[in-house]
């Protein structure tokens, strides 16, 4: 079965630090896959995809890395700031369908 | 900049009832999606939607889900007879193509909260 594990479930940093959370799946086979930030409320909105050819990408303060050998990928956020608070979701596309498989999200809280 | 907008953004109804929730994707996009999130749960997949049919749908998508490009503008997600396991935030979205290994960014709307009593 498809599926998409984050860690950690939740995790609270002070205003400026980096952090990085991790997700894991087991998604095959596999196309690409997504890190999408959620507010509460509201709907997820896309930081980055990557193919599985793609080892890095950026975008302003985010950056994803995918390990398809090991199907890992990391979401590293520099120099956090208030507004960084949300859930930040890994979404694994299979090859051949559109059947994302969505983690369960990483809670982020920054604090002053 | 275009978005994907989502009414109503809360739908209160008695189990039994039938709901249309309705969304009007990003106008150039030829890919529309149901998506819906249990209050503390992740996301999942309903119903993906393209040239006027489905082009895939999940094991919740059953026969009391229906989905319904009205006209030009609007994509709805039908449910004929609630259950209280439907109260859920549904979220619609689309992207410009998306055929099983692109790659082309899908855009969520805000979501309507059916809240099923």
């Known amino acids: 079965k498809n599926q998409v594990e984050q860690s950690p479930q939740s995790l609270i940093i002070l205003e400026g630090k980096n952090c990085t959370l991790q997700?894991?799946?087991?998604?095959?086979?596999?196309?690409?896959l997504r890190w999408y930030k959620q507010d509460t409320g509201r709907g997820p909105v896309s930081l980055t995809i990557?193919?599985?050819?793609?080892n890095t990408k950026s975008n302003g303060r985010y950056t994803a890395t995918l390990d398809a050998d090991t199907k890992q990928s990391s979401l590293h956020i520099t120099a956090s700031q208030l507004s960084d608070s949300a859930s930040y979701i890994c979404?694994?596309?299979?090859?051949?369908?559109?059947?994302?498989?969505f983690g369960t999200g990483t809670r982020l809280t920054i604090i002053p | 900049e275009p978005e994907v907008t989502q009414t109503p953004s809360h739908q209160v109804t008695q189990m039994g009832q039938e709901v249309i929730l309705r969304c009007v994707p990003i106008?150039?996009?030829?890919?529309f999606y149901w998506y819906r999130q249990i209050l503390g749960q992740k996301v999942e997949f309903l119903v993906s939607?393209?040239?006027?049919?489905?082009?895939?749908k999940s094991e919740i998508f059953d026969d009391q889900f229906s989905v319904e490009r009205p006209d030009g503008s609007n994509f709805t997600l039908k449910i004929r007879s609630t259950k209280l396991e439907d109260s859920a935030m549904y979220f619609c979205?689309?992207?410009?193509?998306?055929?099983?290994?692109?790659?082309?960014?899908?855009?969520f709307g805000p979501g309507t909260r059916l809240t099923v009593l």
């Open positions: 979205a689309s992207s410009a193509r998306d055929r099983g290994g692109g790659t082309d960014t899908q855009y």
């Open positions: 997700c894991n799946y087991t998604v095959s086979p596999f196309s690409n």
């Open positions: 990557m193919t599985f050819s793609e």
């Open positions: 979404v694994v596309s299979p090859f051949g369908n559109e059947k994302l498989t």
């Open positions: 106008s150039n996009h030829l890919y």
């Open positions: 939607f393209y040239n006027n049919e489905i082009s895939e």
